[in-house]
């Protein structure tokens, strides 16, 4: 595991221009203890983000192969979800947003959709990757009643994984809840 002093020692190394290294923001420092808490209740894959410019978080355009449906994500999930950064509004409604995310992946998969991951939480959004890349087909009879026994309606067509180096917290997210009203 790489500590935060070794990323900025890194980071200072290699940037080439003089002056001290930038300080964790206070935002890379709690998604730092959020992946630090994955990792440590059984998520070995999970992502510790970059900081990026202004105190911004950088992170991978997608999740390491498997993390999402791994034996121990949906329990180190449940451990962690305290610690995650959260976008606008209330802990708790997040916190309640994100186990119902989590509740209706463990019902999709009771319903035969085996390998529906669980959601991922990063950077104050709730995401579940690109269905089709992960070989999903969301258009299948299947897929659309496991969908509706579950409560999911149409919000699966818009759920998709982070972007690559989103500027602010929450940044994707507005996207995604406009476009999940729009679908419902």
């Not at 890194?10 to 630090?36: F, I, K, W």
């Not at 463990?106 to 690109?130: K, Q, V, Y």
């Not at 759920?159 to 406009?178: E, F, I, K, L």
């Amino acid at each position: 595991m790489v500590s935060a002093g070794t990323l900025l020692l890194a980071a200072a190394c290699g940037s080439g221009s003089p002056g001290p290294a930038a300080s964790p923001s206070p935002l890379y420092q709690q998604s730092l203890t959020y992946s630090r808490c994955m990792r440590s209740h059984g998520v070995p894959d999970f992502p510790i983000l970059k900081q990026g410019p202004g105190g911004s978080l950088a992170h991978p355009a997608s999740p390491p192969a498997g993390m999402l449906t791994a034996p121990g994500y949906d329990a180190a999930f449940r451990a962690c979800l305290k610690l995650a950064v959260i976008g606008g509004g209330s802990r708790a409604r997040y916190q309640a947003a994100a186990l119902k995310g989590l509740k209706q992946a463990e019902c999709m998969r009771t319903h035969a959709i085996t390998n529906f991951p669980s959601p991922g939480t990063l950077d104050g959004g709730i995401h579940w990757p690109d269905f089709t890349a992960i070989g999903l087909d969301p258009h299948t009879l299947q897929f659309q009643a496991a969908a509706k026994a579950c409560g999911m309606g149409l919000a699966w067509q818009a759920m998709w994984w982070w972007p690559a180096a989103a500027a602010q917290p929450g940044q994707d997210t507005q996207v995604q809840r406009s476009r999940a009203r729009s679908a419902s």
